[in-house]
Each structure stands twice: as C-alpha cells, then as structure tokens.
C-alpha cells in the first residue's frame, strides 16, 4: 500500500469533512439571526400600530447570566469603628442595618444627577461603590434612593441591599443602610432579549395603545415577600420595564420580568388600614423607589 497516497487521502477527506461541519454551523447561526430579526420586525410592528413609543433600540441578540444568592449582612463594631475615624459621622448599629448621621453634611452639587453622588458613597458608605442611583421618593425629593448591585446590575424591590440618603440643602445629612453579601450560584443561562420581553408584555395587554415604554434595564429580582423571616434570598435575572401613559390615572406602570422563564412578577400587595396611614406620612417605602433611572 502506498501510505503517503493514503495519508493525503484521509487529509483530504478531514478537510472536505471539516469545511462541510463549518458551513452547516455558519448557515444555523445565519438562520437564527434572520429568526430573531423577524421576531424584532413583528414587534416593532405591533408597536408602530398601538402607536407605542419607546426611546432607544431593542437589543436583538441575548447574553448569559446566572442566578445569585445573597446573604444578609449583620454590621460589625469593628465596621462603625473604621467608618467613624475614617470620617465625621456617628453611627449607630441595629444587626443588619447601619444608620448614620453625617457631623458636617455634604454637599452635593446636583441631587437628580447620579454621578454627584461617587465621592460620598466611596467615602462614608461601606462598600459604597456597589450602590447605584435609583432615584428620589415619590412625595418627597430630599429622601434618596439606592440600590445594591451585582456586576453592575441592580437588585431590584429589596429592601436588604439598599441605602436610603437624607438631604437637606443639597447636602447629604444622614442615610440609612442595608447590605448583602452576593454571590453567583449555578451555571450561566441565556436571558430572554429585550425584544422577547416587550413581545411578552404586549401578548399580556400589559403595554397598549399610545403607551411609552420609558425605561428598559436588566437586573436581579426575587419574590421573596416576607424579608424579616429570610437571611438568604434567591434572585432571578430579570428584565425592569417602566411604561407610562399620562392618559390613564396611574401614568407610571412598573413590570419585572423574568429573563429566563418569560413570566412577569407580581408585586406584592400593600395592605390597607395602618400601612394606607403611613403612605400618608413622609416615610417612604424602602423596597420600593418610585423614580427609576437607570444607565442600562
């Protein structure tokens, strides 16, 4: 048998084998994108006919997040120490939650802009840079919100993991805080795209006609209800959709999402009586910051 003969054969059929796998691979990816460019196209249909505004593109292709676990954080007398030498506040320790009032308040240059805040959340907040801007109470603009995050994705409705900031003047006088400790569990999954969320949310009637879909972030959500009997919580990627519609008595309108089970989280409901009194009050509610902005 002449092997070099033999040898360039089986060569050649490996490279003709590898060139036939590799335009099978290229002509399925081909497809699927042309399959998810078509499900944008019907969307961006039933848009345009219940006259739905939205304000930047919808991302086509999806990407991978996993779930996360977080555990409530008890502070440490070692941890109010270093905070108050390393800066002029007091602070006072309640297990999980911090609460500190500022000796000299600080000064922020503008309280609606999220960046304005950067020095005093990496000065005075533990692990300060891991909170993001969330926005001001409904009726009361001088009680600041912020939220945890994770990989620079928000926790979202979670009263542990969040900071509530007090201004007086434009300048920071007290704040209030809650923490946890996350981390990632199982294997990263492919998330629903935006495009299929808004899909879902028009199936369900959830967005209709002449509604302007305002915002569009992804973050992490849990439907845990009952925090004060938890320690550890489970969140969910999940996309935040705010809509609104200044026609209809409620004009804000806030969805969660789940971004791999394409099912929409109900918010808890409030209960009437003594909680209805306390809405009355200036106290906000710290799982939920009624104004939303967001950088993604």
């Given at each position: ?89 007091d ?30 959340l ?6 300060g ?26 926790i979202?409705?979670?009263e542990?993991?969040?900071l ?60 845990v ?14 996309w935040?959709v ?22 929409v ?32």
């Amino acid at each position: 048998m002449d092997w070099n003969r033999t040898k360039t054969i089986l060569i050649l059929t490996f490279l003709v084998f590898n060139i036939f796998l590799a335009s099978d691979l290229f002509k399925k990816q081909t497809e699927l994108s042309e399959i998810e460019q078509q499900k944008q196209v019907t969307i961006e249909d039933q848009l345009k006919n219940l006259n739905v505004t939205y304000e930047k593109n919808l991302p086509i292709q999806s990407e991978k997040m996993s779930f996360i676990s977080g555990d409530v954080h008890e502070f440490t007398e070692k941890e109010e120490k270093t905070l108050e030498e390393g800066t002029s506040q007091d602070i006072t320790l309640d297990e999980e939650k911090l609460v500190s009032t500022l000796k000299k308040p600080f000064p922020i240059s503008d309280p609606t802009e999220p960046s304005a805040y950067s020095i005093f959340l990496e000065t005075y907040v533990y692990e300060g840079g891991k909170y993001q801007y969330y926005g001001p109470a409904e009726n009361n603009p001088n009680i600041v919100y912020f939220v945890e995050t994770f990989e620079d994705r928000p926790i979202y409705s979670q009263e542990s993991g969040m900071l509530i900031v007090t201004l007086e003047d434009d300048k920071v006088i007290s704040y209030t805080q809650t923490y946890l400790s996350l981390q990632k569990i199982g294997k990263e999954r492919k998330i629903d795209p935006a495009s299929e969320t808004i899909g879902l949310l028009l199936n369900q009637q959830d967005i209709g006609l002449n509604d302007e879909v305002e915002d569009m972030s992804i973050g992490y959500y849990t439907t845990v209800a009952n925090e004060d009997e938890r320690d550890t919580f489970v969140f969910v990627p999940t996309w935040h959709v705010v809509v609104s519609n200044k026609k209809k008595d409620d004009p804000v309108d806030n969805y969660y999402v789940n971004a791999i089970e394409k099912t929409v989280f109900s918010e808890p409901e409030e209960d009437s009586g003594n909680e209805q009194d306390e809405k009355d009050t200036d106290q906000p509610d710290p799982s939920k910051p009624k104004s939303i902005t967001s950088d993604k």
